[in-house]
């Protein structure tokens, strides 16, 4: 498990900070992307739940509708989120900026890093168990 960690954390790192660093390059106003990454940090880690079902099979692989809990945990996490973002009570509170729809995909892309790069371990785990290799060296 802690080699999963070591390939995670650096994963959601560079996602996290290089869309900072980006989008602040790119003039957007500090509020806004102060939200935005906050939002690719969650998405990080909504991507992450969905890797940690299992240590060999691919995310895609397992049936994700089998378990009520993980999907109400993850629409649970989407709620709360929505509301930080996009009720003013608690966008006061939060210090966040409404996200304008097109800036979702964008921010799915950059966070799904974390998907891909897990995806590809995993790809690599089950070659080797495939040739009676152990997973972890």
């Known amino acids: ?11 959601m ?4 900070f290089g869309y900072f660093l ?5 003039g957007v106003e500090y509020a806004q992307v102060q939200t935005e990454t906050f939002t690719v940090l ?3 880690q909504w991507f992450n739940v969905l ?20 999907l109400i945990g993850l629409l649970l996490g989407n709620v709360l989120h929505f509301l930080v973002v996009y009720t003013d009570p608690l966008s006061r509170i939060f210090h966040t900026r409404p996200i304008a729809p ?33 997973i972890n060296p």
Do not use: Q
């Open 42 to 44: 969650a998405v990080c």
């Open 51 to 70: 890797n940690c079902r299992s240590e060999t099979h691919s995310a895609f692989d397992l049936n994700l509708l089998r378990n009520k809990w993980l």
């Open 13 to 16: 790192a560079i996602s996290t």
């Open 102 to 134: 097109s800036e979702f995909f964008l921010i799915g892309a950059v966070a799904s890093l974390v998907l891909w790069a897990e995806e590809i371990r995993k790809f690599f785990a089950r070659r080797k168990l495939r040739e009676g290799m152990p």
């Open 22 to 26: 980006w989008r602040l390059s790119t």
């Open 1 to 11: 498990m802690l080699h999963r960690v070591f390939l995670m954390t650096p994963m």
